[in-house]
């Protein structure tokens, strides 16, 4: 019994490894990194627009974006990180060679630089998507984007900022 128990294991083992190197994983190489697509340099200052979503099809909560023609979760998939470091290398790009100044904004430690940027967050599903803006607008401040976004709702409703009265929030 214990033989055949063994026989097991070790066959599971060598299929395992032998699906691993036939797919490329388990040569002991690592996976290069998905490739941006290539956006264009900034012309002009264009706000960052980006498409949210705090559920998927199925009801579950989650904190994702769409880039590059999928949903990536904005807390824990490298491709995000990727993604905002190529934004933040454009815009820094385009403000050097324009000339233009960054904003600074008093902070604890002083004050920061950050772009002039507006950030557009268009949420899409059914609206429940507090989580994932809050992570997104702390990521973003984190990369330099300090300007509070302009929430767009799949309704139409637009909040034009985080400190405006609960009656005036929502503008159609």
């Known amino acids: 019994m214990r033989a055949r128990s063994r026989l097991r294991v ?3 083992v060598l299929v395992s490894l032998g699906l691993g190197v036939a797919a490329g994983c ?14 264009q340099p900034l012309a002009e ?10 559920s998927d099809e199925r009801g ?4 994702e974006v769409f880039i590059n023609g999928r949903w990536v979760s904005v807390l824990n ?9 190529f934004q933040v290398a454009r815009y820094e790009a385009f403000y050097q060679q324009t000339g233009t100044p960054k904003m600074q904004i008093p902070d604890r430690n002083g004050c920061r630089l950050v772009f002039r940027t507006q950030v557009i967050l268009e949420v899409v599903g059914d609206g ?5 803006i809050h992570a997104i607008t702390r990521r973003l401040r984190e990369a330099g984007f300090a300007s509070p976004p302009q929430i767009i709702t799949s309704t139409g409703a637009v909040q034009v900022g985080p400190n405006a009265p609960s009656e005036s929030r929502f503008v159609q």
């Open 77 to 85: 998939d490298p491709l995000f990180d990727q993604w905002l470091a």
């Open 128 to 132: 429940h998507a507090g989580g994932v």
């Open 26 to 39: 388990g040569d002991g190489r690592q996976t290069p990194p998905v490739p941006m697509v290539s956006l």
């Open 10 to 12: 070790l066959a599971f």
């Open 45 to 54: 200052d264009q706000p960052l627009h980006l498409r949210v979503r705090g």
């Open 60 to 63: 579950r909560r989650v904190n």
